[in-house]
């Protein structure tokens, strides 16, 4: 599900705006389950996260920066939260990645962070980023019996016949000063284009309730602006997940 920025968190709140879309796909997934496996969810060796997972709606920006205070209060992420002084709850201080890992962590859910930290051609894109994200859609992914469409708080995304939907969490995309959510690619002869939700931007949707598809393409040419990037994924298997102990501390994978 797509959450869009409102004037009241405009500038500052794609972070928190991200994390809703995640969080949509990981409580649409625990909904799904059956009542014992929606226990394992979160559950495991982190003490009181089962409780913690918001199984009945999206938290609210609000709210979540109320969990961000209540997993550092738990020891996630110390020099993160010395650096935000321990308080973001009211503010308008801008979110990333190490702390949506602390959102997640501390309701049983592992995130993991990869850095995409230097440009991979001459021309200055970032393939390794894209080959990433491909493989990650495309490797052990099983096909959705049922598809759904894409959905967005303006209407339903409009797909091409050769559209595929595969049991995927999306992918939390960070650069500088903004972020944005991956929730596919799109693979054609000639391009790869990643398909992106970006709470910055309002949804056009025509007279049939359809929203185009070019208005989520991220051609690669379009990353030469941008020196660095980062992605956090979550474990598609969220009952394993929530069987291991996860880390207060915060690592990531460079690529390359």
């Known amino acids: 599900m797509l959450f869009n920025s409102t004037i009241s968190d405009r500038g500052w709140g794609c972070g928190y705006r991200n994390c809703q879309m995640l969080l949509s796909s990981l409580i649409a997934e625990s909904n799904q389950a059956s009542d014992d496996a929606s226990d394992e969810v979160g559950g495991g060796n982190v003490?009181?996260?089962?409780?913690?997972?918001?199984?009945d709606k999206v938290p609210s920006i609000r709210a979540l920066q109320e969990m961000l205070e209540?997993?550092?209060?738990?020891?996630?992420?110390?020099?993160?939260?010395?650096?935000?002084?321990?308080?973001?709850?009211?503010?308008?201080?801008?979110?990333?990645?190490t702390e949506v890992y602390c959102i997640l962590a501390h309701i049983g859910v592992q995130a993991n962070i990869v850095d995409f930290h230097c440009r991979t051609a001459r021309d200055g894109t970032h393939p390794a980023?894209?080959?990433?994200?491909?493989?990650?859609?495309?490797?052990?992914?099983?096909q959705m019996e049922t598809p759904a469409?894409?959905?967005?708080?303006?209407?339903?995304?409009?797909?091409?016949?050769?559209?595929?939907?595969?049991?995927?969490?999306?992918?939390?995309?960070?650069?500088q000063g903004h972020?944005?959510?991956?929730?596919g690619v799109e693979l054609t002869e000639t391009a790869t284009n990643l398909l992106v939700f970006n709470p910055d931007i309002n949804i056009d949707v025509d007279l049939s309730g359809a929203v185009?598809?070019?208005r989520f393409r991220l051609p690669l040419h379009e990353t030469r602006r941008t020196p660095?990037?980062?992605?956090?994924?979550?474990?598609?298997?969220?009952?394993?997940?929530g069987n291991v102990e996860i880390?207060?501390?915060?690592?990531?994978?460079r690529v390359p």
């Open 47 to 55: 003490t009181g996260a089962a409780n913690r997972f918001p199984r």
């Open 70 to 97: 209540l997993a550092w209060r738990d020891g996630y992420d110390k020099d993160g939260a010395e650096q935000l002084k321990h308080r973001v709850t009211g503010t308008r201080k801008w979110i990333g990645p």
């Open 129 to 142: 980023l894209f080959s990433w994200v491909v493989d990650y859609f495309t490797e052990n992914a099983s």
């Open 149 to 175: 469409p894409l959905e967005s708080n303006a209407g339903s995304v409009a797909q091409s016949k050769s559209t595929r939907f595969v049991a995927k969490h999306p992918l939390y995309l960070q650069h």
């Open 179 to 183: 972020s944005r959510t991956i929730v």
């Open 212 to 214: 185009r598809l070019s």
């Open 228 to 241: 660095q990037f980062q992605i956090l994924y979550v474990d598609n298997d969220l009952a394993s997940s």
């Open 247 to 253: 880390s207060r501390f915060i690592s990531s994978t």
